[in-house]
């Protein structure tokens, strides 16, 4: 049975092929926006990670959290791969889904 509720696997980056950080959020436009106004202390405001390059919406908290999982375990290449399939030019998505 569908709720109807969104959640998404996402991935920041510094930059064109720089710095990633993989996370999961049942509110992508407000995660991106603190990543992108450096909300909160930790690794994505020490290393500069606001970019939202890729993102992948599920139905349900199990599966983001399994695929989020996933995503973490592949290496680098894999992962950038992934990017750039999907968005080659490293486009920050963010004021796209935040209709600005």
């Given at each position: 049975?569908?709720?109807?509720?969104?959640?998404?696997?996402?991935i920041l980056s510094?930059?064109?092929?720089?710095?990633?950080?993989?996370?999961?959020?049942?509110?992508?436009?407000?995660?991106?926006?603190?990543?992108?106004?450096?909300?909160?202390?930790?690794?994505?405001?020490?290393?500069?990670v606001d970019r939202?390059?890729?993102y992948e919406p599920?139905?349900?908290?199990?599966?983001?959290?399994?695929?989020?999982?996933?995503?973490?375990?592949?290496?680098?290449?894999?992962?950038?791969?992934?990017?750039?399939?999907?968005?080659?030019?490293?486009?920050?998505?963010?004021?796209?889904?935040?209709?600005?």
């Amino acid at each position: 049975m569908s709720t109807g509720k969104s959640y998404y696997v996402y991935i920041l980056s510094s930059g064109i092929g720089g710095t990633l950080h993989i996370g999961v959020t049942n509110d992508l436009v407000r995660r991106a926006y603190e990543h992108k106004t450096k909300a909160a202390d930790g690794f994505t405001k020490k290393y500069g990670v606001d970019r939202l390059v890729y993102y992948e919406p599920f139905e349900d908290v199990e599966s983001a959290i399994r695929r989020e999982k996933r995503l973490k375990r592949y290496n680098r290449t894999w992962k950038i791969r992934l990017i750039e399939e999907e968005n080659p030019n490293w486009v920050n998505l963010y004021p796209s889904i935040a209709k600005l």
